[in-house]
């Protein structure tokens, strides 16, 4: 184990004191780290505990354990736990390195080559998928548990391996450079939180505005700059992702679906879904459906 010591960083993050070109940070929930932020190193996330919502630039999905994502630098992100989830020692377990080391390497190693297109890519934000979870936590803790060359030696076949898997979405559409300062950042997180807790009931920007003491006008302009998105598009892809794990893991019906996520027009769902996942609500549960049913049968 590395016998540096810790400190904290504007952005809250714990790191090691000295130069590391692969860091190691983990934090549990509730924490002071769970926050929408960003900064200039990569970060590799892997989630180990409860489940909740992931925003990456502008996307906004689902999270649970076994979920591994790369975020690039300056790219915002943050992982809101269920409120009503027990706490736990550790949430999330993070790998974390800076372009530099990897690029000046590059001169010296041209090996290292290798994963540049990788890290191209994370300036959205990458998820993988049908990793061995096993495997993976095995990974990050030989990292955890290791330092100096030691740890270069055990990340970079990890990195290897994700930088050659075909198996990856591209998260976020725009590539968001969040330069705000910490007290801008932390805004941010007040109004995410706000909406990620509240977008079953009438959210206006006014209510959004007043919670940072900002003008409407104000607010419009520095929400859009910092999420990429409208405030109202913000809050409609909020509730709209909700409305995705109604429609796969429940049998209700689609109005009260419409409602309970906080659209009050059936019409105005079923236009906003559709511009958002380019299905119709009943098309998504089929397809959801047809999935599930796909998986059980190779499952079994």
Request: proline content about 3%; overall charge negative; aromatic content about 10%.
């Amino acid at each position: 184990m590395s016998t540096t010591t810790k400190r904290n960083t504007p952005e809250y993050e714990l790191v090691d004191n000295g130069i590391e070109t692969i860091r190691y940070l983990e934090h549990g929930y509730p924490s002071d780290l769970i926050r929408w932020h960003a900064h200039d190193d990569y970060e590799l996330h892997f989630i180990v505990a409860t489940s909740g919502k992931v925003f990456v630039g502008d996307y906004i999905g689902n999270f649970s354990p076994g979920q591994l994502i790369l975020t690039g630098p300056r790219l915002p992100h943050n992982w809101i736990s269920q409120h009503n989830q027990e706490p736990v020692e550790v949430r999330d377990m993070v790998i974390r390195f800076d372009h530099e080391a990897f690029s000046d390497g590059m001169k010296i190693i041209p090996e290292l080559a290798e994963i540049l297109p990788m890290l191209l890519r994370a300036k959205s934000g990458i998820e993988f998928f049908d990793l061995d979870l096993d495997e993976l936590r095995e990974n990050f803790e030989a990292v955890r548990d290791s330092s100096g060359l030691q740890r270069v030696i055990q990340a970079l076949p990890l990195l290897k391996k994700l930088a050659q898997s075909q198996n990856y979405r591209l998260l976020s559409t725009v590539q968001i450079d969040l330069k705000s300062n910490e007290a801008l950042q932390r805004k941010i997180n007040t109004v995410v939180d706000y909406v990620s807790q509240n977008y079953n009931q009438d959210i206006s920007l006014s209510n959004a505005a007043n919670l940072i003491n900002m003008s409407d006008s104000h607010f419009s302009r520095f929400f859009r700059k910092a999420t990429g998105n409208r405030f109202i598009e913000f809050v409609n892809r909020v509730r709209i992702s909700r409305a995705c794990n109604l429609l796969t893991e429940t049998d209700q019906q689609i109005a009260n679906i419409c409602f309970q996520v906080g659209f009050n027009n059936v019409a105005n769902f079923n236009r906003r879904f559709h511009e958002l996942k380019g299905v119709t609500p009943r098309d998504f549960r089929s397809q959801s459906n047809k999935r599930f049913e796909g998986q059980s049968l190779t499952t079994h």
